[in-house]
């Protein structure tokens, strides 16, 4: 398939900005997520690259080609935003072959074509049968084969899972993956679900209010997050965020109580300390640990989440295995993964450093 730049893109309506100044590349091959909440302007970035929208500022290059100012239809991009789009009278064979028909190929290449999806997406033996009466889950799968008959430059998804309760969504995740890859596609898939973009992406853009607060593949997303905003979108439940200063010797202060980090004398001010739960670890309440009390325990099976609370009144999140005994009322002393932890600025909410010591 082909490669997408975008350089500089941006929409505005009226005095409304819905993307600011946006670039990104997504490679040849490559699966793209953009993720964020409602309105944070994924759709519109991708309606943009489809060619349904026209920017207010910026370039859309395709294999290189600029295409900023090309019709969608000139474009050779498959747009799936709704999978259950089907025509309800056609059987599966016509739904796959329609937008060949559209386009006036022969009818011996749509037979070949439409052949070739159906066994990509083993639906061969539902070819003649009404869409009617199909499983939601092979109704999605003949959606995809009239995307995939068009053989696109690369697809475009919004939100193709939404519609689905959480099982089936987890299964088509790694269907949709698997299928990119057989077709070597080069997808852009827009979800507001973290998890669907941590299961697929090899990249993901975090996007706020427009902007792209963090690009980069979804390990580094979630080990080293941009902003305490990735930090809390990612992860479930999200990263703890603890308020802590400096003493003058440079040691971490966490309710009253010095971590056991390297000091580093830097970074004074409003800092907040960031710790994912599985990087929390509960042992005795002695020694010079910060402490905290138990308010909540969510058991999960294999292991737990416990709700804690530090003296001033901060909650904090640990998740142990199911098998520490944790009830109500217990004290534990806190101990935090070093390796692990994000500290952020309190001012803006940006990282200033990740890992061992922090400094
Ligand atoms: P959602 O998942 O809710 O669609 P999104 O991140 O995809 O969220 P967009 O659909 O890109 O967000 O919308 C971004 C912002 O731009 C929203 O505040 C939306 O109301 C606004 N917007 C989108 N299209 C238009 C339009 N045609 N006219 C005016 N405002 C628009």
């Known amino acids: 398939m082909a490669e997408i730049r975008v350089e500089h893109l941006a929409k505005r309506f009226g005095d409304f900005v819905a993307v600011r100044d946006s670039?990104?590349?997504?490679?040849?091959?490559?699966?793209?997520?953009?993720l964020g909440p409602s309105g944070c302007g994924k759709t519109t970035t991708m309606r943009m690259i489809a060619g349904l929208e026209l920017?207010?500022?910026g370039r859309i290059l395709l294999g290189g080609e600029d295409v900023t100012m090309r019709r969608a239809a000139e474009r050779d991009i498959a747009f799936v935003f709704q999978?259950?789009?089907?025509?309800?009278?056609?059987?599966?064979?016509?739904?796959?072959?329609?937008?060949?028909r559209a386009q006036g190929v022969a009818r011996a290449e749509i037979a070949q074509r439409v052949a070739e999806a159906a066994r990509v997406l083993r639906i061969d033996h539902l070819l003649d049968l009404p869409v009617a009466g199909l499983s939601s889950g092979d109704r999605q799968r003949v959606a995809l084969g009239r995307a995939i008959v068009r053989r696109p430059k690369a697809f475009m998804m919004d939100e193709p899972l939404g519609a689905l309760d959480a099982e089936f969504r987890h299964t088509m995740c790694g269907e949709l993956r698997a299928l990119h890859d057989?077709?070597?596609?080069t997808t852009v898939y827009v979800t507001h679900d973290q998890s669907e973009a941590m299961a697929m992406a090899d990249t993901i853009a975090v996007m706020n209010h427009g902007v792209i607060e963090q690009l980069a593949p979804p390990q580094e997303i979630y080990d080293r997050p941009a902003s305490m905003y990735v930090a809390e979108f990612i992860g479930s439940p999200s990263m703890n965020f603890l308020p802590c200063v400096r003493d003058a010797a440079g040691r971490l202060l966490v309710g009253g109580a010095a971590l056991d980090l390297p000091p580093a004398p830097t970074d004074r001010g409003e800092l907040i300390l960031g710790v994912r739960p599985e990087h929390v670890r509960l042992g005795a309440a002695e020694g010079p640990v910060?402490?905290?009390?138990?308010?909540?325990?969510?058991?999960?099976?294999?292991?737990?989440?416990?709700?804690?609370t530090l003296p001033d009144g901060t909650p904090i999140k640990a998740r142990t295995p199911a098998s520490l005994a944790a009830h109500v009322g217990d004290a534990f002393g806190l101990h935090l993964a070093a390796d692990r932890l994000t500290l952020f600025a309190g001012s803006d909410g940006r990282a200033l450093r990740w890992g061992t010591g922090l400094g």
């Open 23 to 34: 670039s990104f590349t997504v490679r040849d091959g490559e699966f793209f997520c953009l």
């Open 55 to 57: 920017p207010s500022a």
């Open 83 to 100: 999978l259950f789009a089907l025509y309800p009278h056609m059987n599966v064979r016509a739904n796959i072959a329609f937008p060949l």
């Open 182 to 185: 057989r077709l070597h596609a």
């Open 290 to 308: 910060p402490r905290a009390r138990v308010y909540g325990v969510e058991y999960l099976g294999t292991t737990q989440i416990v709700a804690l």
